[in-house]
């Protein structure tokens, strides 16, 4: 049986997730600026929790990754958000790997990959892959790696990524051990935000992959409800940067005694709706993500609804925003011109089209009363 997390803390967590996003916050121009990781930063992420958050508790986590506290997770993805949205998505890729080893690794693996997190490891997933692809090549003991991955964040830094790599028409998951210091090209990384992601392409040929790196079967990282579902976890991250930018708009209001105008005032409706519209939809999805009888069809048709709701939202705040506050929101270095460029950038998430017809086709396909979809 699963132990419960006591409130205390959950209570304790939730509050050393707080005091880290306030910290990310303070730091987030200067990190955005020189488009770096900030090493001291994530020394604090390490202190603070939250890197072994993920885990079990008899591992030394907080069970992150457990059915019941996906919404503690869904808190902790928010404050994170609304402190430093790179920060927020090397999180959500380290929650992420340690979700999918928990879920389909061996406990040899879960074990060996908390000891090295405790260590100050930091995890993530790379999926996306160049037009060649990444390949295992050989077989048994003579099996490795051939290829690379692109848009992996926090590459050169992330040293137990999980990778996805073809054997044949098979999908495979790698779960690596990385020296510091293996190849990485960050030259293509000149996104208008998520500069400090340290986003790029990273050489992977010649890696051996044998049992201890494989992790699951073939076909478990794209396994449903849990790889669409997941996507709930990233709109979160959305979802807090959105807040804090609505949270920005009424200090610059009030500041500039601009707070009484009517139209400004429409502008504010707008932004809390569009905010609290979001926050009902990601906390549903979360809520239903972790469900132990869950419909894995509902789950990813709701969660791929949710992706439309949280970015229509994010994309009406962002301009409300913007016209509300005018040209300061685009002059350097004010945080709403920051967030606005990160969001922007991390809002581009795979196939949205796909996602949306797909959740419109599901419920179209199925009889129950929209009110229950
Ligand atoms: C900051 C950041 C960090 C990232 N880090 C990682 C990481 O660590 N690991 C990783 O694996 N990936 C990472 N990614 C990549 C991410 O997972 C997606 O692959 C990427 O963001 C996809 O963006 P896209 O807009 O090019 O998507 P696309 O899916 O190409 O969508 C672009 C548009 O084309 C449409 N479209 C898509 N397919 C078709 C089609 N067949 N026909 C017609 N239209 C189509 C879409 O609906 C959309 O309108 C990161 C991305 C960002 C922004």
Known sequence: MIPILSPTHTKALIDRSRLFATT???????????????????????????????????????????????????TVLRMVGAGDLSIARLFEGHVNAISLVCRYGTEAQIASLAIDVADGATAGVWGAD?????????????????????????????????????????????????ALDYPVDLSGWTAQGMRSTATGAVELSGIAVGGDEI??????????????????????????????????????????????????????????????????????????????????????????MTRMVTERSALDIMEAVQRGVGLPSFIRPSPIERICRDLATYLRQPVPDLAMSDAARSWLRSSVSVGDF
């Open 215 to 304: 992790v699951g079967v073939a076909g478990d990282f794209m396994r449903q409800p849990y790889f669409s579902g997941g996507a709930w976890r990233f709109c979160a991250a959305h979802l807090g940067a959105m807040e804090r930018l609505v949270d920005l708009f009424r200090d610059h209001l009030i500041s500039r005694g601009r707070g009484e105008d009517p139209y400004q005032l429409q502008r504010v409706a707008h932004c809390v709706a569009a905010a609290r519209t979001a926050r009902f939809w990601v906390e549903e999805a979360a809520r239903r993500f972790g469900s132990d009888d869950k419909d894995a069809s509902a789950v990813v048709g709701f969660t791929n």
């Open 130 to 178: 160049d037009a060649a692809g990444l390949t295992i090549v050989g077989a048994g003991n003579a099996a490795e790696l051939r290829g690379r991955k692109i848009l992996a964040s926090g590459a050169g830094f992330v040293t137990r990524p999980i990778v996805t790599a073809k054997a044949g028409d098979d999908q495979l998951m790698c779960l690596l051990r990385l």
């Open 24 to 74: 990310a916050f303070d730091r987030a121009d200067k990190a955005d600026a020189t488009a770096t990781i900030d090493s001291t930063l994530w020394s604090e992420f390490h202190r603070s929790g939250l890197a072994m958050a993920a885990f079990p508790e008899r591992l030394g986590g907080s069970g992150l990754c457990e059915n019941e506290r996906q919404g503690v997770l869904c």
